[in-house]
């Protein structure tokens, strides 16, 4: 995960954002999923995580533009467990393939202006059938120091 921002802008005075481009990575013939939804599914993470930070989505006139790439592809790990990397009984004597996941996401927050304000890149090893918590979880992480909160009142 790495987060990068300008440190010395102010972010306090952006109030506004509003859904931008959006890209889908994942070859076509590797995709179990449908794009529309995903798509979706990913702003609305990404929405509840500034919502939370305290700002509006406004379609007009927004201070703040999200856009992001996702997408995954599968890669299988060779190792050499060696002789006691097996279950008891067996003989692994040649290489263990692991079939894995790993995914990218770039979340891109820009100001009307094109200028950059906060980029989130992760990549995620897909563990478990659970994409969309693994996604959820980074959008929280990578967000975690944006400066903003929501006021509570004191009573």
Do not use: C
Not at 108 to 122: K, V
Request: aromatic share 8%; charged share 30%; hydrophobic share 35%.
């Amino acid at each position: 995960m790495k987060v990068t921002f300008d440190k010395n802008r102010d972010m306090t005075g952006y109030k506004t954002f509003r859904l931008g481009e959006s890209e889908v990575t994942t070859p076509l013939e590797m995709r179990s999923f449908n794009e529309k939804v995903l798509r979706e599914k990913v702003y609305e993470i990404i929405a509840k995580e500034l919502t939370e930070k305290g700002l509006h989505q406004s379609d007009s006139n927004a201070q703040l533009v999200i856009s992001f790439i996702i997408g995954y592809v599968e890669r299988a790990d060779m190792y050499n467990a060696g002789p006691f990397g097996g279950t008891p009984g067996s003989v692994t004597s040649g290489p263990s393939v692991q079939d894995s996941k790993i995914g990218t996401l770039v979340i891109d927050l820009d100001d009307r202006n094109d200028n950059p304000i906060w980029r989130i890149s992760a990549n995620v090893r897909y563990v478990s059938n659970d994409i969309l918590g693994q996604i959820e979880s980074a959008v929280e992480q990578g967000f975690r120091k944006f400066p903003h909160k929501v006021k509570t009142k004191k009573k």
